[in-house]
């Protein structure tokens, strides 16, 4: 089993920038692709970024490319997501996920492991 913490949400306005971080423990070796999805309210959990913990590959969903960065720190086991010029859309709640061997890696069904979420919230 694998466990995931989030931490790094909050409230911001328009155009700042937060940081989430996500730290897994238990058995790590079992895993090798960690992402973050999101959802708002009413709407379908998506995929926003996700790292191929192994390789370093990284993947980002057309509406954050250019604006989060998602990284990894030396052990693998913690990977963080930057929110630059975040944007009221982008709020929602913010799960950390991991995996092994993901086919498709921004697809939420492809992921075993869950975080608890952490709530974003962009204020115009």
């Known amino acids: 089993q694998v466990q995931l913490v989030e931490s790094g949400g909050g409230s911001v306005l328009t155009g700042e920038s937060l940081r989430l971080s996500c730290t897994a423990s238990g058995d790590t070796h079992t895993i090798n692709f960690m992402g973050w999805f999101r959802q708002a309210p009413g709407k379908e959990r998506e995929g926003v970024a996700a790292?191929?913990?192994?390789?370093?590959?990284?993947y980002y969903d057309d509406s954050v490319k250019g604006r989060f960065t998602i990284s990894q720190d030396g052990t693998e086991s913690t990977v963080y997501l930057q929110m630059n010029s975040l944007q009221p859309e982008d709020t929602a709640t913010y799960y950390c996920a991991a995996a092994r061997k993901v086919v498709a890696a921004l697809d939420s069904t492809e992921y075993r492991y869950w975080g608890q979420g952490a709530q974003v919230t962009v204020s115009s």
């Open positions: 790292v191929y913990t192994e390789g370093g590959a990284t």
